[in-house]
Nanobody, 123 residues
Framework: QVQLVESGGGLVQAGGALRLSCAAS????????VGWSRQAPGKQRELVAR???????NYIDSVKGRFTISRDNAKNTVYLQMNSLKPEDTAVYYC?????????????????WGQGTLVTVSS
């Protein structure tokens, strides 16, 4: 079983910055794709950024040039550096990691989500 622990959310003024972290624990053999999604009040969850095992990244248009996703494979940790924050970035941010674990039944795929961390950007 894989557990994800997120941290780094909080209250920041518009134009400020935050860095989110998501650490995975468990019998992880490999993490393939990692993504950060967000859900604002009254809106659907949207994928904000993702990074593959090879380091290839994708972002939604609204955060390009402001957000940077990165990963530390040795620590099974992924980061989301958020700069030039705007009030419309206010949301609960969720980390999602997909990969392979070692279990008593052999290798198994996993798809885990974090508990979410609240980011509030004031104007």
């Amino acid at each position: 079983q894989v557990q994800l622990v997120e941290s780094g959310g909080g209250l920041v003024q518009a134009g400020g910055a935050l860095r989110l972290s998501c650490a995975a624990s468990g019998s992880i053999l490999r993490i393939n794709v990692v993504g950060w999604s967000r859900q604002a009040p009254g809106k659907q969850r949207e994928l904000v950024a993702r990074i593959t095992s090879s380091g290839s990244t994708n972002y939604i248009d609204s955060v390009k040039g402001r957000f940077t996703i990165s990963r530390d494979n040795a620590k099974n940790t992924v980061y989301l550096q958020m700069n030039s924050l705007k009030p419309e970035d206010t949301a609960v941010y969720y980390c999602n990691q997909v990969g392979v674990i070692v279990s008593s039944q052999g290798l198994k795929a996993f798809d885990a989500w974090g508990q979410g961390t609240l980011v509030t950007v004031s104007s």
